[in-house]
């Protein structure tokens, strides 16, 4: 009974996949022109500096909003990076990586293999990533941070050598960064780490529960369609699109999204943010 059941949920899965596969045109959606490109290897960098600006002057409040807007860009900068989706080639994408985990403090290719895992292994028992999206809301806000640090452990674990020489390179680097943060003691430094680890301690809950919670095989990931949500979110909310379209760059989604409404409107039934329409419950 466990077999069949098992088959019946993998069947209902492939048939929703099979269905937009056949139905919608996305491979046009690859494609980047030159200003997608320039935005997605550059995003991350004016809040960044706007962040850093605002808090050397002690203005904490408006700071910690481009901080948000810096992890939020930096994290669909590296999300599209470990799909090779950024518009530039391999060895710039780890470039951009390596820089993200210096400013970011972490290791972005130890993130990557957890990542991809995740797309692998969605929602089974070594999926690492969606991992807290089995608790409750407030299990995975507060234990946000072991979170990020067992899917750091996770991806090194699971990591090729040659990945690993790469996560090696992402923690010389986040070193070098902490160590002249502790030693310059510049304020607006400190101010950006104690940002990032507060960055660091909400992923749990923002990338992991709010995209899963609720979901199963047959329906794999949440998604949105809020336009001020999705902005404010850098297109990072349209998840279930990814999962199965994960070629597709984040500056199509918008576009992807609409193609699929227009094939299955009930695809779009279950949203990150609740509203009357959204059926799947949290269990």
């Not at 069947?11 to 056949?22: D, F, G």
């Not at 090729?160 to 510049?186: E, S």
């Amino acid at each position: 009974m466990i077999v069949i059941s098992l088959i019946t949920e993998i069947i209902k899965m492939n048939s929703i996949s099979a269905t937009l596969v056949k139905k919608i045109q996305y491979k046009d959606l690859y494609k980047l022109n030159k200003l997608q490109v320039a935005i997605n290897v550059l995003l991350p960098y004016p809040f960044l500096i706007s962040s850093w600006i605002l808090a050397a002057y002690s203005h904490y409040p408006l700071a910690l909003v481009f901080s948000y807007f810096f992890f939020a860009a930096s994290f669909r900068q590296a999300h599209d990076g470990f799909h090779q989706t950024l518009g530039i080639g391999k060895k710039a994408t780890d470039k951009v990586l390596y820089i993200s985990s210096l400013l970011l403090l972490m290791s972005n290719h130890a993130t990557l293999a957890t990542h991809l895992d995740h797309h692998k292994n969605t929602l089974s028992e070594t999926d690492m990533e969606t991992k807290f999206s089995r608790y409750p809301w407030y299990v995975a806000f507060v234990c946000g941070f072991s979170f990020w640090f067992l899917s750091q452990v996770h991806g090194y674990k699971i990591s090729t050598p040659h990945n690993r020489r790469k996560i090696y390179m992402d923690y010389l680097l986040a070193t070098v960064a902490l160590l002249v943060i502790l030693t310059t003691q510049y304020t607006f430094l400190l101010y950006h780490l104690i940002t990032m680890l507060i960055g660091h301690s909400l992923v749990g809950f923002l990338a992991g529960w709010c995209m899963h919670h609720g979901c199963d095989e047959e329906m794999i990931a949440r998604t949105e369609r809020n336009a001020l949500v999705n902005a404010l979110t850098f297109n990072l909310f349209y998840h279930h699109e990814h999962h199965l379209f994960p070629r597709v760059p984040s500056n199509h989604l918008p576009e992807l999204a609409q193609r699929i409404d227009s094939v299955l409107p009930e695809f779009s039934a279950n949203t990150v943010i609740p509203h009357k329409n959204t059926v799947i419950p949290h269990k």
